[in-house]
């Protein structure tokens, strides 16, 4: 009572392809670029970005870890910075650990 009657499609030729099968195919496409430019593209971007800033950091330097831990920069080698967090206190971190450089004085002004 309330289903329609169903009725046959005519098949595509054997040699043709249909339609949907090129859209698909186009769609697809589209779909990857489009996730290159929204996910793909800006990440390598962070990437770089945060690479150059971890090669610049030099002895004085202000910064913040990924921890939210500020310090001022002692001693550095090619893998780890060493903070001096407050008096007497130094810590050692992994220098991709480094979330950004503060400009100087902000750990005066901060208390």
Known sequence: MFIASAQAQTAAPAG???GGEL??????VG??????????RPQRKRQKEHSAMVAALGKGDEV??????LGKIVSLDDNYVVLS?????ELKFQRVHIHAVLPKGTLKSIG
């Open 64 to 69: 913040v870890t990924s921890s939210g831990i």
């Open 31 to 40: 779909l990857f670029v489009l996730f290159y430019f929204i996910a793909i």
């Open 16 to 18: 043709a392809p249909a």
């Open 85 to 89: 967090v407050s008096e007497k206190v």
């Open 23 to 28: 859209f698909q195919i186009i769609f697809l």
